[in-house]
């Protein structure tokens, strides 16, 4: 898979994954996936880091891919 960045909106971003895009919102917010810009509209994410959904096209039945990972957080001492 390439590891290039192409941004897309929220909307687009919902498409490709199936779900919601207050769960994108939420995956940006807990570090899940990086955001670019702010403000209303502005905002755009990285359709690689993104996990697609896929619809098979006998049966029109869609499979959402694994949530990305949330990051690991290191303890200090």
């Known amino acids: 898979m390439a590891a290039g960045i192409a941004l897309v ?3 687009a971003a919902a ?3 199936g779900r919601p895009g207050v769960t994108i ?3 940006a917010h807990e570090g899940r996936i990086q955001r ?3 403000g209303r509209g502005k ?3 990285n359709v690689f880091e993104l996990p697609r959904k896929v619809v098979d096209d ?3 039945e869609t499979t959402l891919g694994d949530p990305p990972p949330l990051p690991v957080r290191v303890r200090t001492a």
């Open 58 to 60: 006998w049966t029109g």
């Open 43 to 45: 905002v755009r994410y």
């Open 36 to 38: 670019y810009g702010s």
């Open 9 to 11: 909106d929220e909307e």
């Open 15 to 17: 498409h490709w994954t």
């Open 25 to 27: 919102r939420r995956w």
